[in-house]
């Protein structure tokens, strides 16, 4: 920490002090570095942080300066209204381009964003009022009281101060729960809106942050330059961004920052060639993307997991980390007990169609509150199919979902997830690129996506916010015993863990009803043990329980009521024990009497045991 | 009328080769999952290596084209090797790989043939068709002659052949596909050299449509994607309806707002895209959960 604090100094000292090394044409040079790399924040923010691709936000950057451009030459605003009103412009496209992220994502939206910055260079080299290909000249330059900032020098320090408080804020933003939710919603968007991000709202405010670093990098370009033209605003340029950004490193800021230097000092130094300098970043982009898909920002680490391949650097911690034992949930009293008059779920006459393949049909079923229902059928019987209707992952085709009482038919995954319905998902959908820690945080944010209004001016707010959900965290992580693995990300730890983990984070939703999709699948018999524990105290503490399982021992311990599925019907439903000896249930799991002798033996051994 | 049918006819040459350039997009993208952004630079340079020798080497028109296509057929085995470890894993990664190979392909055709285009004469010297007073050149009906040829090559190619079927695998499921014996990377290689080579057809016939330049290529893959984004992404039929309905939709943005076209072209696009995300033959495919 110390260091860091030490490096920063000597970093803003460097800053500071550059000017005096320069004379007044690397001066200008530097003024456009900043610039880009206040450009490549907004990149980052918007693709690499929340993965949505962005390739307008050249548009963004050229909306801003235009529109400073028209505001104060034929508008004849002061530089600073101008300013400020051009970034309201470049914020209103950026939604406007966010847009159709609602609905495509990917190379589908990068299509497009680049189809949208296409659409701008072609309406400023044509309109009259953009001043065509010739563009706008004589800007006049920000008025300062005491500065000339038509000096290239003071300019520079102007542009430092803007730098430093973004980049700071963008830092803020990613390390707070908007941009971990951003994360998480990049990582996996369905498992996303499963734990209540609302994911639309999350990829339009991904946009507004990217037009806002566009936009202010637009009005300072117009305000340094004083001229503003087509060119800037290429689909050249767009793609250079895009290599600042992929060299650098997307999903680290500093990275995005280090690549625009970088990159900018490599054009700099071939300006003369420009062709060389563009087949430069061209192959740079590709050996990036092939051999450290991180970028610069990532070699450190990759070269430290080189070197501890290679048998160098420190040895591993001390202590092997180590799975804890689950601490029960106090048990809720009869009180807190929920009102027992409406069933918690109740489904009625629900039908999933695929088109034509039909995965459910007619199906109605009732669990009331604290409940443990278990859910059993042969693979293909429609049981996660359920699970997807109740979660909001499907709109049924017809039937209505009920939820206490409250019709809750085809809401959205996150809104289910704010009405209290939580799951975990047959194959694990935990965060890669988060640590344990952070994919229980996401879960347990439970503001919604607007409250980031903060952000813009209450900070300290948002901290207190981010503080008290880390003592919560911490509190979830040490009843499910992974204190041990909070810093480390779910890929690295063995399969059973992760299957706790992702109960823990189903859990800190504090949901009504908990949806577990075959938790034990992969688990041995410590760990069935361990599972079945957790679920019988999660039921105690007042959570109502649906578990698909196909482990016939454990749901027959664990389950009050078992339904049955096969072929997207229900066909039996009642007690465990009631339930295994009915003749329709021994049928469907081991085919029909005439054709039993076709069915193995351990086929027989997996419906009992 | 008469105005609204020539406008017709004069959008649907340029849409045939935004046909075939989208044909190259779908035909890689079905195989290996993969958007391939270098795509429009391959048609650029292909439109180059075919005019240097129609017009410097003075070969036949065919003969400068078959050149062509095997010089891009060969960068397409090439991209797709160096971006080989990325198969399959991280799709926005390779993307991105794409757009870099993009970069570096238009700084080499600035470096070989210079920063200003060149204007390319047509090859069939015959004045245009009357046809009750419409006005058809007879290049034009050349390229959708081409263009109608290929299409039906490619999808023979993939329903009747093993090694097309083979490559239908490799899209469905390519774990699957690795297990019955198909060599997987063989499999992209192929799919890679003959998206290029579609590229190579499609710049070496937009060359006498258009001025051969080193940015063209941006244009041409951007509104060659574009249609296949809306005939349905991956789909044959598909990229052939979305390709000349891109050139029908510029064609008439020229008409009414001439320099705007670029503009009314892609916000039209966006607004489609929107509405029916999938395209017309798109498929939906089911979110697993």
Same mark, same amino acid.
């Given at each position: 920490?110390?260091?860091?604090?030490?490096?920063?100094?000597?970093?803003?000292?460097?800053?500071?002090?550059?000017?005096?090394?320069?004379?007044?044409?690397?001066?200008?040079?530097?003024?456009?570095?900043?610039?880009?790399?206040?450009?490549?924040?907004?990149?980052?923010?918007?693709?690499?942080?929340?993965?949505?691709?962005?390739?307008?936000?050249?548009?963004?950057?050229?909306?801003?300066?235009?529109?400073?451009?028209?505001?104060?030459?034929?508008?004849?605003?002061?530089?600073?209204?101008?300013?400020?009103?051009?970034?309201?412009?470049?914020?209103?496209?950026?939604?406007?381009?966010?847009?159709?992220?609602?609905?495509?994502?990917?190379?589908?939206?990068?299509?497009?964003?680049?189809?949208?910055?296409?659409?701008?260079?072609?309406?400023?080299?044509?309109?009259?009022?953009?001043?065509?290909?010739?563009?706008?000249?004589?800007?006049?330059?920000?008025?300062?009281?005491?500065?000339?900032?038509?000096?290239?020098?003071?300019?520079?320090?102007?542009?430092?101060?803007?730098?430093?408080?973004?980049?700071?804020?963008?830092?803020?933003?990613?390390?707070?729960?908007?941009?971990?939710?951003?994360?998480?919603?990049?990582?996996?968007?369905?498992?996303?809106?499963?734990?209540?991000?609302?994911?639309?709202?999350?990829?339009?405010?991904?946009?507004?942050?990217?037009?806002?670093?566009?936009?202010?990098?637009?009005?300072?370009?117009?305000?340094?330059?004083?001229?503003?033209?087509?060119?800037?605003?290429?689909?050249?340029?767009?793609?250079?961004?895009?290599?600042?950004?992929?060299?650098?490193?997307?999903?680290?800021?500093?990275?995005?920052?280090?690549?625009?230097?970088?990159?900018?000092?490599?054009?700099?130094?071939?300006?003369?060639?420009?062709?060389?300098?563009?087949?430069?970043?061209?192959?740079?982009?590709?050996?990036?993307?092939?051999?450290?898909?991180?970028?610069?920002?990532?070699?450190?680490?990759?070269?430290?997991?080189?070197?501890?391949?290679?048998?160098?650097?420190?040895?591993?911690?001390?202590?092997?980390?180590?799975?804890?034992?689950?601490?029960?949930?106090?048990?809720?009293?009869?009180?807190?007990?929920?009102?027992?008059?409406?069933?918690?779920?109740?489904?009625?006459?629900?039908?999933?169609?695929?088109?034509?393949?039909?995965?459910?049909?007619?199906?109605?079923?009732?669990?009331?509150?604290?409940?443990?229902?278990?859910?059993?059928?042969?693979?293909?019987?429609?049981?996660?199919?359920?699970?997807?209707?109740?979660?909001?992952?499907?709109?049924?085709?017809?039937?209505?979902?009920?939820?206490?009482?409250?019709?809750?038919?085809?809401?959205?995954?996150?809104?289910?997830?704010?009405?209290?319905?939580?799951?975990?998902?047959?194959?694990?959908?935990?965060?890669?690129?988060?640590?344990?820690?952070?994919?229980?945080?996401?879960?347990?944010?439970?503001?919604?996506?607007?409250?980031?209004?903060?952000?813009?001016?209450?900070?300290?707010?948002?901290?207190?916010?981010?503080?008290?959900?880390?003592?919560?965290?911490?509190?979830?992580?040490?009843?499910?015993?992974?204190?041990?693995?909070?810093?480390?990300?779910?890929?690295?730890?063995?399969?059973?863990?992760?299957?706790?983990?992702?109960?823990?984070?189903?859990?800190?939703?504090?949901?009504?009803?908990?949806?577990?999709?075959?938790?034990?699948?992969?688990?041995?018999?410590?760990?069935?043990?361990?599972?079945?524990?957790?679920?019988?105290?999660?039921?105690?503490?007042?959570?109502?329980?649906?578990?698909?399982?196909?482990?016939?021992?454990?749901?027959?311990?664990?389950?009050?009521?078992?339904?049955?599925?096969?072929?997207?019907?229900?066909?039996?439903?009642?007690?465990?024990?009631?339930?295994?000896?009915?003749?329709?249930?021994?049928?469907?799991?081991?085919?029909?009497?005439?054709?039993?002798?076709?069915?193995?033996?351990?086929?027989?051994?997996?419906?009992?045991? | 009328?008469?105005?609204?049918?020539?406008?017709?006819?004069?959008?649907?040459?340029?849409?045939?080769?935004?046909?075939?350039?989208?044909?190259?997009?779908?035909?890689?993208?079905?195989?290996?999952?993969?958007?391939?952004?270098?795509?429009?630079?391959?048609?650029?340079?292909?439109?180059?290596?075919?005019?240097?020798?129609?017009?410097?080497?003075?070969?036949?028109?065919?003969?400068?084209?078959?050149?062509?296509?095997?010089?891009?057929?060969?960068?397409?085995?090439?991209?797709?090797?160096?971006?080989?470890?990325?198969?399959?894993?991280?799709?926005?990664?390779?993307?991105?790989?794409?757009?870099?190979?993009?970069?570096?392909?238009?700084?080499?055709?600035?470096?070989?043939?210079?920063?200003?285009?060149?204007?390319?004469?047509?090859?069939?010297?015959?004045?245009?068709?009357?046809?009750?007073?419409?006005?058809?050149?007879?290049?034009?009906?050349?390229?959708?002659?081409?263009?109608?040829?290929?299409?039906?090559?490619?999808?023979?190619?993939?329903?009747?052949?093993?090694?097309?079927?083979?490559?239908?695998?490799?899209?469905?499921?390519?774990?699957?596909?690795?297990?019955?014996?198909?060599?997987? $990377?063989?499999?992209? !290689? *192929?799919?890679?050299? %003959? /998206?290029?080579?579609?590229? #190579?057809?499609? &710049? +070496? @016939?937009?060359?006498?449509?258009?001025?051969?330049?080193?940015?063209?290529?941006?244009?041409?893959?951007?509104? $060659?994607?574009?249609? !296949? *984004?809306?005939?349905? %992404? /991956?789909?044959?039929?598909? #990229?052939?309806? &979305? +390709? @000349?309905?891109?050139?029908?939709?510029?064609?008439?943005?020229?008409?009414?707002?001439?320099?705007?076209?670029?503009?009314?072209?892609?916000?039209?696009?966006?607004?489609?895209?929107?509405?029916?995300?999938?395209?017309?033959? +798109?498929?939906?495919?089911?979110?697993?959960?």
């Amino acid at each position: 920490m110390r260091y860091r604090i030490g490096g920063l100094a000597a970093l803003a000292m460097a800053a500071w002090y550059l000017p005096y090394q320069l004379d007044s044409y690397l001066i200008h040079v530097a003024n456009v570095i900043i610039l880009f790399a206040l450009l490549a924040i907004g990149l980052g923010l918007t693709m690499g942080v929340a993965g949505q691709i962005n390739l307008a936000q050249v548009a963004f950057f050229g909306v801003a300066a235009y529109a400073t451009a028209i505001l104060t030459t034929r508008a004849g605003l002061g530089f600073w209204t101008a300013g400020l009103v051009s970034l309201l412009i470049a914020m209103a496209i950026g939604l406007l381009v966010g847009t159709p992220a609602l609905r495509m994502q990917s190379h589908y939206l990068g299509i497009v964003t680049l189809g949208l910055a296409l659409a701008f260079t072609n309406w400023v080299t044509n309109s009259q009022i953009a001043g065509g290909a010739e563009g706008i000249t004589a800007i006049p330059a920000p008025a300062f009281p005491g500065v000339d900032l038509s000096n290239e020098y003071f300019f520079y320090y102007l542009e430092l101060i803007v730098f430093a408080l973004t980049m700071a804020f963008a830092l803020f933003v990613v390390r707070t729960p908007l941009g971990r939710r951003m994360r998480a919603m990049r990582d996996d968007s369905l498992a996303a809106g499963a734990v209540g991000v609302e994911v639309p709202m999350l990829r339009m405010t991904a946009f507004l942050l990217g037009s806002i670093y566009g936009g202010i990098a637009g009005v300072l370009y117009a305000g340094l330059i004083r001229y503003v033209a087509p060119e800037t605003f290429s689909i050249a340029n767009m793609f250079l961004l895009l290599a600042m950004v992929i060299i650098g490193g997307r999903q680290s800021l500093v990275g995005c920052v280090v690549g625009a230097i970088v990159l900018m000092l490599l054009r700099e130094a071939l300006i003369d060639y420009p062709t060389y300098a563009q087949v430069a970043y061209g192959s740079v982009v590709v050996l990036i993307v092939v051999f450290a898909p991180a970028g610069l920002a990532g070699i450190p680490r990759q070269a430290v997991r080189l070197a501890r391949r290679l048998g160098l650097g420190p040895a591993g911690a001390a202590r092997t980390p180590r799975l804890g034992p689950f601490q029960p949930y106090p048990s809720a009293g009869a009180a807190e007990a929920v009102d027992a008059e409406k069933p918690m779920l109740e489904l009625d006459g629900i039908t999933m169609n695929f088109r034509g393949l039909i995965a459910l049909r007619d199906v109605s079923m009732t669990v009331d509150p604290g409940e443990i229902r278990g859910i059993v059928g042969p693979n293909g019987s429609g049981k996660t199919t359920l699970f997807n209707v109740v979660s909001g992952l499907y709109r049924p085709s017809a039937g209505r979902v009920t939820l206490s009482g409250v019709t809750v038919t085809a809401a959205r995954p996150y809104r289910l997830a704010q009405a209290g319905v939580a799951r975990t998902f047959q194959n694990l959908r935990l965060f890669p690129a988060l640590t344990v820690r952070e994919n229980v945080l996401v879960a347990l944010d439970r503001t919604r996506v607007w409250s980031s209004w903060r952000y813009a001016v209450w900070q300290l707010g948002v901290w207190r916010h981010e503080r008290t959900l880390r003592d919560e965290a911490d509190e979830v992580l040490a009843r499910f015993g992974l204190s041990d693995f909070a810093d480390v990300t779910p890929g690295a730890l063995p399969y059973g863990t992760q299957r706790r983990v992702e109960i823990a984070r189903a859990m800190a939703r504090r949901p009504r009803l908990l949806l577990l999709d075959e938790p034990a699948a992969g688990l041995n018999g410590e760990e069935v043990r361990q599972l079945s524990e957790i679920v019988r105290s999660i039921r105690a503490s007042g959570v109502t329980v649906v578990v698909i399982e196909h482990n016939m021992a454990l749901v027959m311990s664990l389950c009050d009521r078992v339904t049955v599925f096969a072929s997207g019907q229900i066909i039996a439903d009642g007690a465990p024990t009631e339930v295994a000896r009915a003749p329709q249930v021994i049928e469907a799991y081991l085919g029909d009497s005439a054709m039993s002798e076709d069915v193995p033996q351990t086929a027989t051994a997996e419906g009992t045991r | 009328m008469q105005v609204f049918l020539q406008t017709v006819i004069g959008g649907a040459s340029l849409g045939a080769i935004y046909a075939l350039v989208a044909l190259g997009f779908s035909l890689v993208y079905r195989t290996m999952g993969l958007v391939n952004f270098s795509h429009g630079n391959v048609v650029m340079i292909g439109a180059y290596i075919a005019s240097t020798f129609y017009l410097s080497a003075k070969l036949p028109f065919a003969l400068a084209m078959l050149i062509a296509l095997a010089v891009t057929g060969a960068i397409g085995i090439i991209i797709e090797r160096v971006l080989r470890p990325l198969e399959n894993k991280d799709f926005d990664l390779m993307l991105i790989g794409t757009i870099g190979f993009g970069i570096v392909l238009e700084a080499l055709a600035i470096r070989i043939w210079g920063a200003t285009g060149r204007a390319v004469p047509s090859p069939v010297p015959a004045p245009p068709l009357d046809l009750f007073g419409l006005r058809i050149r007879t290049y034009d009906l050349l390229v959708l002659g081409i263009a109608a040829a290929a299409s039906l090559l490619l999808i023979v190619f993939l329903q009747r052949t093993k090694r097309g079927a083979a490559m239908q695998a490799v899209a469905m499921d390519h774990e699957a596909a690795t297990a019955v014996g198909i060599h997987v $990377g063989r499999s992209n !290689a *192929i799919a890679f050299m %003959f /998206g290029a080579a579609l590229a #190579a057809l499609a &710049g +070496g @016939l937009v060359g006498p449509l258009l001025y051969v330049s080193p940015s063209m290529g941006g244009t041409l893959g951007i509104k $060659g994607f574009a249609a !296949a *984004i809306l005939g349905g %992404f /991956g789909s044959v039929p598909g #990229a052939i309806v &979305g +390709g @000349l309905a891109i050139g029908v939709l510029d064609s008439f943005a020229t008409g009414h707002f001439q320099g705007y076209s670029e503009l009314v072209t892609f916000l039209v696009f966006t607004v489609l895209i929107m509405i029916r995300p999938l395209g017309i033959f +798109g498929e939906r495919t089911v979110n697993r959960a």
